[in-house]
């Protein structure tokens, strides 16, 4: 099991930065860690996730805008967010895979809510 916290999320002018923080209860060293964000009336959809270590991606609408990274000494992903725009807002999710036992699991957390508006 494990759990996952997010924070750092709030109301921000168009342009401005947020960093997003996703604190995990036990090491996720090398696991798989996405953020994932879901606006009012629209599908979750992918932002941007970290695998393989260090390996990246993100989807369009994230690329020189964002930055995913982790700090495995505090067990934390993060997602800076730079050059907000109002249609970035939307709940942001953290979400970790974990092996266990040779089965894999998937775990969110609870969301922290993103606004972009002047």
């Known amino acids: 099991q494990v759990q996952l916290v997010e924070s750092g999320g709030g109301l921000v002018q168009p342009g401005g930065s947020l960093r997003l923080a996703c604190a995990a209860s036990r090491s996720i060293v090398n696991n798989y860690a996405a953020w994932y964000r879901q606006a009012p009336g629209k599908q979750r959809e992918l932002v941007a996730n970290?695998?393989?270590?260090?390996?990246?991606y993100y989807a369009d609408s994230a690329k020189g805008r964002f930055t995913i990274s982790r700090d495995n000494n505090k067990n934390t992903v993060y997602l800076q967010m730079n050059s907000l725009k109002p249609e970035d807002t939307a709940a942001y999710y953290c979400n970790v895979h974990v092996d266990v036992g040779g089965a894999n699991y998937s775990y969110w957390g609870q969301g922290t809510q993103v606004t972009v508006s002047s």
């Open positions: 970290i695998f393989d270590g260090e390996s990246t």
